[in-house]
């Protein structure tokens, strides 16, 4: 049975965690204390004008070395463990199609096993952000009962939260006279009549009552910042939460309160691309040993309400051209739903080489094309979000499991990118995983979280789940993005966007994947292909006109964004010398931190003392955990880990 007190801790650290979105004045007033607006405008479109006011977040950490006796006790004093059959880090579609399909699988069997969810965000859905357009597959053979007796196209959701997709288009977009032509749609991208548009962070908050319902216990608020392993270092036994109460010098607060253990039988990590734990994972056990590395896009978005003779219920439509150049991958899109909603956005390629180039100041400057300000026009916007995402397709999946573990959804890299949709593959790959391990436990007589016997805990043999990896290769996953798996990466050639659609073109229509060979990814990786700026001119982004376009902080403040003023750095540097990192990348990249970031966390602050003219600094509590820091700062020196659990953004509608 569920040791009492521990359960207690589990509902006293989730309560801690929980945080109600911030008011927006309250993020406006922490943005001006480091700096304006305006000033953060220039910083980003490439103007070199700088301030001296003091950021919310300074790197003044005390070394573990220096804390006192007493503090180093508490940091490392023993945590409370709990058990469960399974824990799943990261509560979006992958990991909550995997506890849904567990609990399913065991209610048929003797109803015994506990399946755990660990959510950083406060509440189920306020991580996540996408398109988005979902592919019902995925959800039918989640929910087939209600399925029943329906259209083939009919997709288990709540009416309130899809949209049927009754017409869309494909536009290559010029600058010029602001044209926009219409180009033939690849099969793949097709949606008419058989996807829906909908917001994911409400689908994924319905999910989570789904998942709830069955008996899968459901602990949002809580970061989950460590892999425990057993005494050999070897196998992964559970995961650790994070320490609550750290202040930013790294000091035990008054209200400091030990992480916990989960151990498992199996741990899924499902924390979508990028995740902290997942790279460690990778690392440990070489996971993309005889793969590619993987390749990331940056998605921006906003939600708009327009006046309803904009508004075409239904209509999708996505964009090449541009305003990205020949060398820059990406596209656009508006998606209308709800009420008068529209969904717009523009995903850019992290694989570009001039360091100059803004993936927000990009976005901000695509609004005013007239295919997109004609929709927006008189609208209001009412929502922003961010978020990294997989492109590496096929041939970037890493090895699916380890000794006590495996890799699902977006923590793997299920994006199908011809057609821009990941939800209904990372959710398969979620339900494959649950169906796999299920046939190693229903056949034990006992649920590991009633053991008691220490001894018989230690004698349980590591679960590694080949059979995951081996039942993804016979699924129609699989097969969908193998046969896409050269289109991607087609755009990578020194013809760059030309060659690739011209590929593109003729894989999707006639070859459909069927040639013998793989187009490879930049074996660098995104950070390594970036040239310095020596290479190229500054891009002097127009400035936003606050109607159709934003500077980056009224758009952060659009998130619900929050984290605690006297909260511990999770964008860590070494030692967090700032200095160093600055020393490192500004003289070769001239500040391109504080222009791939879409949230104003990193800038370059004028500092005649510093023999590079600048110094470093890190706004982290503008961070909303898009991860694109991690992914592309050339020097590979910050690591995005996760903060106090409930902080970061709170996406409602994303």
Aim: proline residues 6%.
């Amino acid at each position: 049975m569920i040791n009492t007190s521990v359960r207690r801790s589990v509902a006293r650290f989730g309560a801690r965690q929980v945080r109600s979105a911030a008011p927006r004045h309250r993020i406006v007033a922490n943005s001006a204390r480091f700096c304006s607006i305006a000033q953060l405008n220039n910083l980003i479109s490439g103007k070199k004008q700088f301030h001296t006011c003091a950021p919310a977040f300074q790197s003044v950490e005390t070394p573990f070395s220096k804390l006192s006796e007493d503090q180093q006790a508490l940091l490392t004093e023993e945590r409370a463990v709990d058990r469960a059959d399974v824990v799943i880090v990261g509560g979006g579609p992958a990991g909550l199609a995997a506890a849904i399909r567990l609990k399913q699988l065991d209610a048929k069997h003797n109803g015994n096993l506990r399946v755990v969810v660990l959510e950083k965000s406060s509440e189920f859905g306020n991580h996540t952000v996408s398109g988005v357009i979902l592919e019902p597959k995925a959800l039918r053979e989640l929910f087939p009962e209600e399925c029943e007796g329906k259209p083939a196209t009919y997709i288990p959701l709540p009416e309130n939260l899809v949209t049927p997709v009754t017409s869309e288009g494909l536009k290559f977009l010029f600058q010029e006279f602001g044209a926009s032509v219409p180009v033939p749609e690849p099969p793949a991208m097709v949606n008419k009549g058989k996807n829906y548009i909908a917001s994911l962070s409400q689908v994924v908050r319905h999910l989570s009552e789904c998942a709830e319902n069955l008996g899968v216990e459901v602990y949002p608020g809580i970061s989950v910042s460590e892999l425990v392993f057993d005494k050999a270092k070897e196998n992964v036994i559970g995961v650790a939460t994070k320490d609550m109460g750290v202040s930013k010098k790294g000091e035990p607060k008054d209200s400091f309160e030990r992480g916990m253990e989960f151990h498992a039988r199996q741990v899924f990590l499902a924390e979508g691309c990028h995740g902290s734990l997942t790279k460690k994972a990778i690392k440990q056990y070489d996971l993309r040993k005889d793969k590619q590395q993987q390749s990331f896009g940056l998605g921006v978005k906003e939600v708009w309400e327009v006046p309803p003779e904009n508004f075409k219920k239904g209509y999708v439509a996505h964009t090449m051209g541009y305003p990205l150049s020949n060398s820059v991958y990406g596209g656009g899109f508006q998606y209308h739903f709800g009420e008068n909603m529209v969904t717009v956005g523009l995903v850019v390629g992290l694989d570009y080489k001039n360091p100059y180039v803004s993936p927000y100041q990009e976005f901000q400057k695509m609004k005013h094309h007239p295919f997109y300000s004609k929709v927006l026009k008189g609208g209001k916007c009412i929502s922003y979000g961010a978020r990294a995402l997989n492109e590496g397709g096929y041939q970037a999946i890493p090895k699916l499991h380890f000794p006590g573990g495996a890799l699902i959804g977006a923590s793997a890299g299920f994006m199908n990118v011809p057609k821009i949709k990941g939800t209904h593959t990372a959710m398969k790959s979620g339900m494959l995983a649950a169906e796999s391990i299920f046939d190693i436990l229903k056949n034990e007589e006992t649920s590991f979280s009633e053991l008691e016997d220490e001894s018989a805990i230690g004698a349980l043999p590591t679960i590694d789940l080949k059979s995951y990896e081996d039942n993804f290769k016979k699924s129609w996953a699989h097969d969908e993005l193998f046969e896409v798996r050269n289109i991607r990466p087609s755009f990578n050639t020194k013809l760059g966007n030309l060659f690739g659609m011209c590929w593109s073109g003729l894989d999707s229509f006639v070859l459909k994947g069927r040639p013998g060979f793989s187009f490879k990814f930049h074996e660098t990786g995104d950070s390594g292909i970036t040239e310095t700026a020596s290479q190229h001119k500054p891009i002097n982004y127009p400035k936003p006109d606050g109607v159709l376009s934003f500077d980056i902080l009224t758009s952060v403040s659009r998130t619900g964004t929050y984290h605690d003023e006297d909260e511990q750095c999770h964008l860590r540097v070494p030692d967090q010398d700032l200095e160093k990192h600055a020393n490192a990348s500004y003289p070769k990249y001239k500040g391109i931190e504080q222009r791939f970031c879409p949230a104003g966390v990193y800038e370059y602050v004028e500092d005649p003392e510093s023999p590079i003219g600048v110094k470093f600094q890190i706004n982290s509590q503008n961070c909303i955990h898009c991860k694109t820091c991690d992914i592309k700062v050339p020097t590979q020196d910050i690591d995005w880990v996760v903060p106090e659990g409930g902080d970061g953004p709170k996406y409602t509608i994303n």
